[in-house]
């Protein structure tokens, strides 16, 4: 019986069921304005901009993309960074470098050592390969000139010219002599100059050994967006569809890198986040044990070498895929049908090159 009423209350009232299955098919298909589509999407208003885009700097910081890496890094590393970067306050504050690093003055003997044989082989590399491409290369002038002159005196009659050859082709010979022994005495300064230089350099690897630090270091990188600094200016809504919307934001950067003392902490498995592998002070004594600053510079090369190794790895590459699905996800959550992402970075320079934070 029910069902008889249903097919009675439809044949009554056909052509009301007939306009609303029409206007479902025409809402559909987008042909009736939107203001009268019930099924469309809530539009937002241009005034309301300031309110979506204090909704998203609350949001600050968005991870999008994770790396997990294990490195090591030892305190010779450490050193060498010292001398390089830091030559200027090394000059002025020496004391109080050696006092935070209790290697750094016998390192830096070793490196200065190494640097001054390696500055004389390279120059007497030099200048040994100079004159040699030059003497080559006379060499086959010479050999030229010697086969012209003996061909002239095997055809020629007259004594005083025959002489007269004879002469030119003694001092040719002479200064391909003299050009000889000038390239075999560069050559032995170079040659003394090569053995001092691997002599020396085998020194200092083999100093290094005697007194090194070593940490093996397993933590996370974290990249993303920062969301914070984004103004009304990066929040763009289209004016003649308000459910279209475009965001400029800067590129990913590194948000965060860190190594725990403990990686993984569990009843079943323990792993450090920094592993001591190599601990070796050359001396017994315990003034030559490693100081705090020594052991914290190895640690925070650690973290540097991570970060490195994650952006090698193309974790900012990987983070601005992922921020930019993510963002449109977010923004059709919100009710917005077409969304654009774009790079602030990328419309300055044209490329996509991405900084670290």
């Known amino acids: 019986m029910a069902l008889l009423g249903i097919v009675n209350f ?3 009232y056909w052509f009301i069921f007939l306009l609303i299955v029409v206007y479902i098919v025409f809402s559909l298909f987008n042909l009736i304005p939107q203001s009268f589509n019930i099924f469309k999407k809530k539009q937002l208003l ?19 993309s994770e790396f ?3 490195v090591y890094t030892d305190l010779n590393e450490v050193y060498d960074e010292i001398i390089t970067n830091y030559q200027d306050s090394l000059d002025r504050n020496r004391m109080i470098f050696y006092e935070k690093y209790k290697g750094l003055e016998s390192y830096i003997e070793n490196y200065e050592n190494f640097r001054a044989n390696e500055l ?27 086969k012209e002159i003996r061909a002239s005196l095997s055809n020629i009659n007259d004594s005083k010219e025959e002489k007269n050859l004879k002469k030119r082709l003694e001092e040719l010979t002479d200064k391909y002599n003299t050009q000889k022994k000038s390239l075999e005495k560069v050559k032995k300064n170079f040659k003394s100059a090569e053995e001092d230089f691997f002599k020396q350099k085998n020194e200092f690897r ?3 050994k005697k007194r090194n630090l070593v940490y093996i270091g397993r933590g996370w990188v974290k990249a993303g967006v920062e969301l914070k600094n984004l103004d009304e200016n990066d929040i763009i809504i289209d004016e003649d569809d308000s459910l279209s919307i475009h965001i400029i934001i800067n590129n990913p950067i590194i948000l965060d890198a860190d190594i725990n003392p403990w990686f993984i902490y569990t009843d079943k498995r323990k792993v450090q986040g920094f592993e001591l592998f190599i601990s070796k ?14 052991i914290t510079a190895v640690k925070d090369k650690c973290k540097l070498r991570l970060k490195e190794e994650a952006i090698n790895k ?37 490329n996509n090159d991405i900084d670290e934070k």
């Open 206 to 208: 083999e100093s290094k």
């Open 120 to 146: 004389i082989f390279k120059s007497e590399s030099e200048k040994y390969d100079k004159l040699l491409t030059d003497f080559i290369s006379k060499t086959e002038e010479f050999k030229n000139q010697e």
């Open 10 to 12: 439809i044949r009554k």
């Open 46 to 64: 241009i005034d309301e901009t300031p309110v979506l885009v204090k909704e998203v700097k609350e949001i600050g910081e968005l991870t999008t």
């Open 314 to 350: 193309g974790l900012l590459k990987n983070a601005k895929k992922s921020a930019t699905s993510t963002l449109e996800n977010f923004f059709h959550l919100v009710g917005f049908e077409k969304v654009t992402i774009r790079f602030k970075e990328d419309e300055v320079v044209g």
């Open 68 to 70: 997990y890496g294990e």
């Open 281 to 294: 002070t050359g001396s017994l004594f315990s003034e030559d044990n490693f100081t705090d600053d020594e």
